[in-house]
Nanobody, 123 residues
């Protein structure tokens, strides 16, 4: 079992940067592939980024490629999402998730979810 807690959300302006963190507690954090998803009001949950257990493989959704970077620290049991050149369309609740698979991009692949952190980008 893994418990996930996101932090770092807030209100920023277009073009700004923000870094989200997701702290994991429980056993064997390094056994899980980790991902970030986001969900805007009235929309489905959208894949943002994923990272393999060791951190050597990453994947990104098309809308964030080149702007967002996912990373992890298996000593601190934390996964990060660095968001640069943010746009109003990035506004959403951002969720961290853990998967027994690796670099997965579908909601159903993930076994554990955090409660989310709100990110709002003003124009």
């Amino acid at each position: 079992q893994v418990q996930l807690v996101e932090s770092g959300g807030g209100l920023v302006q277009a073009g700004d940067s923000l870094r989200l963190s997701c702290a994991a507690s429980g056993r064997s954090f390094s056994s899980y592939g980790m991902g970030w998803f986001r969900q805007a009001p009235g929309k489905e949950r959208e894949f943002v980024a994923a990272i393999s257990r060791s951190g050597g493989i990453t994947g990104y959704g098309d809308s964030v490629k080149g702007r967002f970077t996912i990373s992890r620290d298996n000593v601190k049991n934390t996964v990060y999402l660095q968001m640069n050149n943010m746009k109003p369309e990035d506004t959403a609740a951002y969720y961290c998730a853990a998967s027994l698979a690796t670099v997965a991009n579908t909601v159903s692949t993930y076994n554990y979810w955090g409660q989310g952190t709100q990110v709002t980008v003003s124009s």
